[in-house]
Nanobody
Framework: DVQLQASGGGLVQAGGSLRLSCAAS????????VGWFRQAPGKGREGVSC????????YYADSVKGRFTISSDNANNTVYLQMNSLKPEDTAVYYC?????????????????WGKGTQVTVSS
């Protein structure tokens, strides 16, 4: 079974940066997408960003375009999310996940694997 380990959350002031990491134990197929969802208190789950392992295609939610950058180190089965120009509305628990790219449009429906969440808090 695939296990995802997320790290890198924390507390940062508005305008600051954080980098999240998602390390996978292994992947059974290369056309899987890996990325991040987030859920803020009282809100639904949002697909933030993902990257396809085999071709590097990426997806970003409109709310993070131009501020967040996702990258993949396939040799080490690790995906990174560089988050710049953070805003208080980015505050949420961020979950690493792996599955079909369409899952990011569908609020997580169809995700094959979930990691434990990591808290990101952006103060104003």
């Amino acid at each position: 079974d695939v296990q995802l380990q997320a790290s890198g959350g924390g507390l940062v002031q508005a305008g600051g940066s954080l980098r999240l990491s998602c390390a996978a134990s292994r992947f059974t197929f290369d056309d899987i997408a890996v990325g991040w969802f987030r859920q803020a208190p009282g809100k639904g789950r949002e697909g933030v960003s993902c990257i396809k392992r085999n071709d590097g295609n990426t997806y970003y939610a409109d709310s993070v375009k131009g501020r967040f950058t996702i990258s993949s180190d396939n040799a080490n089965n690790t995906v990174y999310l560089q988050m710049n120009s953070l805003k208080p509305e980015d505050t949420a628990v961020y979950y690493c996940a792996a599955g079909l790219t369409s899952s990011w449009y569908l609020g997580g429906y169809g995700i094959d694997y979930w990691g434990k969440g990591t808290q990101v808090t952006v103060s104003s």
